[in-house]
């Protein structure tokens, strides 16, 4: 018998060894290899992915914003509530509620121009909206500096001084000085923004 060829053992021995990682390719062939982190594929069905997941959860969070709907008179109803807080807190600052001749409500969001409000502090809501028949709502100062304005939304009807007017709580004129501890000037809350033009 003869002695094996050094050299043909050692390329039997390599033949050997790439059948087996052969094998073990074609059997791994489903499982991720670093390769695959590199394949576009990959990432255009992960952001398909996230997409399809991000469309739903919006129209499940959709379904449920509408499910809480607030009906037109309690949307109104917190409106006035906002309005008179706001018309408390402007009366803290200038010592009474604003005129007609300083813009009514609109001496709220921009500091008077016509007639001065002293220590005007403000804005004290960031816009003015109208209520929910899209009306706008009424005000009246008081005649006496220690009387509630006359604040209403006209309602459905669309009609001032009909018994569908809605009202805000007479407490809400009121909002204690709880928040004056916190208040903060409108050129500090709003930086940016010009106040008052």
């Known amino acids: 018998m003869r002695e094996p060829n050094p050299r043909l053992a050692r390329q039997r021995v390599i033949e050997n060894i790439w059948r087996e990682n052969e094998q073990k390719k074609a059997t791994?062939?489903?499982?991720?290899?670093?390769?695959?982190?590199?394949?576009?594929?990959?990432?255009?069905?992960?952001?398909?992915f996230m997409g399809i997941a991000g469309l739903i959860l919006f129209s499940a969070t959709d379904k449920a914003v509408e499910r809480k709907h607030i009906s037109p008179e309690q949307r109104t109803r917190n409106n006035?509530?906002?309005?008179?807080?706001?018309?408390?807190?402007?009366?803290f600052h200038t010592g009474a509620y604003p005129t007609l001749r300083q813009g009514g409500l609109a001496a709220l969001v921009r500091e008077p121009a016509f007639e001065q409000a002293p220590n005007w502090d403000g804005p004290y809501i960031?816009?003015?909206?109208?209520?929910?028949?899209?009306?706008?709502?009424?005000?009246v100062p008081p005649a006496d500096g220690n009387e509630l304005p006359d604040l209403f939304s006209s309602g459905p009807d669309q009609q001032p001084n009909t018994p569908d007017d809605l009202r805000p709580d007479p407490s809400c004129f009121d909002p204690g000085t709880d928040w004056t501890n916190g208040w903060v000037r409108a050129h500090d809350r709003l930086p940016g923004v010009t106040v008052g033009q």
């Open 28 to 48: 791994l062939q489903g499982t991720l290899t670093p390769s695959t982190f590199r394949n576009p594929k990959l990432y255009f069905g992960l952001m398909l």
């Open 80 to 91: 006035l509530d906002v309005l008179a807080e706001a018309l408390g807190r402007y009366r």
């Open 126 to 139: 960031s816009h003015l909206a109208k209520d929910a028949w899209n009306s706008p709502f009424f005000y």
